[in-house]
């Protein structure tokens, strides 16, 4: 078993653009098995997957707005791993921007919309920052493993938040443990009439643009790129790896925050424990799937927003347990490792 | 003794056991040089396997020995990704734990159906050693596989150092390069590691459906595997140490229970995160003589 060694060859142009459809068959395939398991016809779960939300137009905007949040992690998560800082703290760095727009949302009840919205925004992203500054200073300063304590952080703003939520946020006036709602200017205006979607999505893809021209266009970004390359040749080419790090982390726990930040304002109004469907830690499938890249992330988070709305449509229409979409998703995520492997290698048999 | 005390020490070696589990599996990982965040999804499949089987075949036996196999496939899979094809062990162990979660889930529906009332199984049951005794018999009231776990301990300890497989395991781990000159296979070490080390954290797993619960609930796991990858930092990568790591964390969760039991109006949450603060502040100070595995993180590629 596993008798195969690999071997370094410089991949065909065509690759990045097979690569990826070549990765959904193999998912679909994979995944078909499931269905069958549960008495379905993969061919229709599969249409309903793909065809079904795009087919009216409010499925179609209720894909960009699952895609909302997902598209703000994969940036958060690009942005640190392009510096070669492994951030796996989206998740808590999105729950720390949730709090500091509700805390906005639900303060300061007086504001306008237009001073209210955009407070809420640079709230969401200072509480980010503020939640990655603590396994970014360790790890710049005093070299502490930055996948560790950013796990980590990540269970501690859960108990905070469950902390808030039983304590000094609950609201009387609800069963559940949830925060009071925040004012009605602070609800995200809406962009279609009949549809969730919310200008949300609007500052999601701005940050696309943002992160793009920072990685891509920058002296920064530029710095960026080579200390994730290779941390010692960024040093000998007279680079500050320390500060470059640091700015790559902190940046990313904004970004991240941002999408707690959105979720609040645009979808939930209130503060409750499950305002994340494990964003963060899609944030880095959106990422990997996207090579690092902005626009490819941009894409991979639009349509594992696709599978999100179709796996409830799947499970209406056919019956199959909803977790299915998840199923797909992660088994997409393994499966385009691997064949992002096969671009730069060739196996061969031995 | 009072009765308190015997109920707090009861309580936190069956708080301790899936963790104990749980970490012994991760350091068999991360001592060939691989950090398994697929703990996290393996756990959570082993509880599910361990409990779908039992369920359906009526035996716990059964259960466990599928919880023990399908976290030797988890390994197995681990290895595919960060040994064979050398993918970046975060991303890796990471797709693992959620891939892992979304099969269980999507099993546990499949088999179980969509009903409100969780569906219980008779599980295993406790052993009482002393039973006569007032506070040893309440004490050594535990479960076989508390036993095991604690019995473990110092077996793991004497594979990792005493055994020709420790010394292949632990080189490996330090430099593959220097393993693989020896003439070792440094693929086929590194997934062993990663198939027993599976085994031991599904089985961790399963100690919570199919002992201390006798069911399954989405939440079953609820980060206890993130304190296995906090914990094997606190023990140094020692597997000796490895007890009273899970026994502080078992002990601080059983009072937090009880003390919220009683009356006590304190916001537990503190108590609950407060293992996670003193692991960060631990690999603070510790960060620079720990003895971390040298090789770890890095994928070994023959070039």
Not at chain 2, 267 to 285: D, G, N
Request: with cysteine; net charge positive.
């Amino acid at each position: 078993m596993l008798n195969f060694k690999i071997e370094r060859t410089p991949a065909p142009r065509w690759a990045v653009v097979v690569i990826p459809i070549v990765a959904v068959l193999v998912t679909f395939l994979l995944c078909s098995i499931l269905v069958l398991m549960a008495g379905a016809n993969p061919f229709a779960a599969f249409y309903n997957f793909i065809v079904t939300p795009l087919s009216s137009q409010v499925s179609a905007l209720e894909v960009l707005v699952k895609s909302t949040p997902l598209i703000l992690t994969g940036m958060a998560v690009t942005f640190a791993f392009t510096a070669g800082y492994f951030n796996i703290g989206a998740e808590g760095q999105l729950y720390a921007g949730a709090i500091a727009a509700t805390w906005v949302g639900i303060t300061f009840t007086n504001l306008p919309g237009i001073v209210m919205i955009p407070l809420m925004v640079v709230a969401g992203f200072a509480g980010g920052v503020l939640w990655a500054l603590i396994p970014a200073l360790l790890k710049v300063k005093l070299k502490v493993d930055e996948v560790v304590t950013t796990l980590l952080m990540n269970s501690i703003i859960m108990f905070f938040v469950s902390f808030l939520l039983n304590g000094p946020w609950r609201s009387p006036v609800s069963g559940w443990p949830q925060s009071a709602e925040i004012s009605d200017a602070a609800h995200f205006a809406r962009l279609f009439p009949k549809s969730r979607l919310h200008i949300g999505f609007i500052i999601a893809l701005l940050v696309v643009v943002i992160v793009y021209i920072l990685i891509k266009r920058t002296p920064l970004g530029l710095k960026m790129r080579a200390s994730g390359a290779s941390l010692t040749g960024a040093q000998f080419a007279g680079i500050d790896t320390t500060r470059t790090m640091l700015i790559a982390a902190l940046v990313s726990g904004g970004i991240a925050g941002l999408a707690g930040a959105v979720e609040i304002g645009g979808i939930h109004f209130h503060l409750i424990e499950s305002i994340s469907n494990g964003f963060g830690y899609t944030g880095i499938i959106v990422a990997t799937l996207g090579s690092l890249h902005p626009i490819g992330a941009t894409i991979a988070a639009m349509f594992i927003g696709l599978i999100g709305t179709g796996s409830q449509t799947v499970s209406r229409v056919l019956g199959v347990p909803v977790y299915l979409g998840d199923v797909v998703q992660n088994t997409l995520l393994l499966v385009t490792l691997a064949m992002f492997l096969l671009q730069n290698y060739r196996i061969k048999r031995v | 003794m009072d009765t308190f005390l015997v109920g707090l020490i009861a309580a936190t070696l069956r708080v301790a056991t899936p963790l104990i589990f749980g970490t012994l599996g991760e350091l068999f990982c991360e001592r060939a040089g691989i950090l398994n965040l697929g703990i996290e999804g393996t756990m959570f499949f082993g509880a599910f396997t361990g409990f779908a089987v039992a369920a359906t075949s009526g035996s716990v036996w059964l259960g466990l020995l599928a919880a023990l196999l399908s976290g030797a496939l988890a390994g197995l899979l681990m290895s595919l990704f960060s040994v064979k094809l050398g993918v970046n062990q975060h991303v890796s162990g990471l797709g693992i734990t959620l891939l892992l979660t979304a099969l269980s889930l999507y099993g546990f529906r499949l088999i179980f159906g969509e009903s409100q009332v969780n569906p219980s199984i008779e599980g295993f049951k406790q052993l009482s050693i002393f039973s006569g005794s007032p506070i040893l018999g309440p004490i050594f009231s535990q479960y076989l596989l508390t036993y095991i776990a604690i019995a473990l301990i110092p077996v793991v300890g004497w594979v990792i150092y005493k055994t020709n497989l420790g010394l292949q395991i632990r080189a490996v781990g330090e430099n593959p390069e220097a393993t693989d000159a020896a003439g070792l296979n440094v693929v086929r070490l590194r997934t062993l590691a990663l198939v027993i080390g599976g085994s031991l954290m599904a089985v961790g797993g399963a100690f919570l459906s199919i002992a201390q619960l006798g069911s399954f609930t989405f939440g079953i796991i609820a980060g206890r595997g993130w304190v296995c990858i906090a914990l094997i930092i606190f023990a140094n990568w020692q597997p000796n140490k490895v007890l009273w790591g899970a026994l502080l964390f078992g002990g601080v969760s059983a009072l937090q229970l009880r003390l919220q039991g009683m009356g006590f109006k304190l916001p537990y949450e503190v108590f609950l995160a407060l293992p996670y603060i003193v692991t960060i502040i631990a690999l603070t100070i510790g960060g620079r003589n720990a003895q971390a595995p040298a090789a770890m993180l890095k994928p070994y590629r023959r070039e």
